[in-house]
């Protein structure tokens, strides 16, 4: 049974920090491209950021650039989401995905239609 499994979410002041981590299962993952995406209430699911299977390429919603940073361990089926200086407005649910079909995570990376394995999310909360 293929699993993604999100953890290192939690309650963070604004400015902390966090590290997400997103543990994959029942396959190997190393071709894959993987995303992570967040909901915050009332809101529709957005893209956050993606990397490629090499890890050589990455792409992030600009919100988030310079200040989270999206990387991975393929020897551990792992994929990371460092993120710093954390906003109010970071505060949802997030999710990590793994993708067969993207290609590159300029151009598919954003897109939600393309990915085949979602996890079931972590929630980040930032406190003003």
């Known amino acids: 049974q293929v699993q993604l499994l999100e953890s290192g979410g939690g309650l963070v002041q604004a400015g902390g920090s966090l590290r997400l981590s997103c543990a994959a299962s029942?396959?190997?993952?190393?071709?894959?491209?993987r995303g992570w995406f967040r909901q915050a209430p009332g809101k529709e699911r957005e893209f956050v950021a993606a990397?490629?299977?090499?890890?050589?390429?990455?792409y992030a919603v600009e919100s988030v650039k310079g200040r989270f940073t999206i990387s991975r361990d393929s020897a551990k089926n792992t994929v990371y989401l460092q993120m710093n200086s954390l906003e109010p407005e970071d505060t949802a649910v997030y999710y990590c995905?793994?993708?067969?079909?993207?290609?590159?995570?300029?151009?598919?990376?954003?897109?939600?239609?393309?990915?085949?394995?979602w996890g079931q999310g972590t929630q980040v909360t930032v406190s003003s």
């Open positions: 995905a793994a993708s067969s079909r993207a290609g590159s995570v300029w151009r598919d990376g954003p897109r939600q239609d393309v990915y085949d394995y």
């Open positions: 990397i490629n299977w090499s890890g050589g390429a990455t």
């Open positions: 029942g396959r190997t993952f190393s071709n894959y491209v």
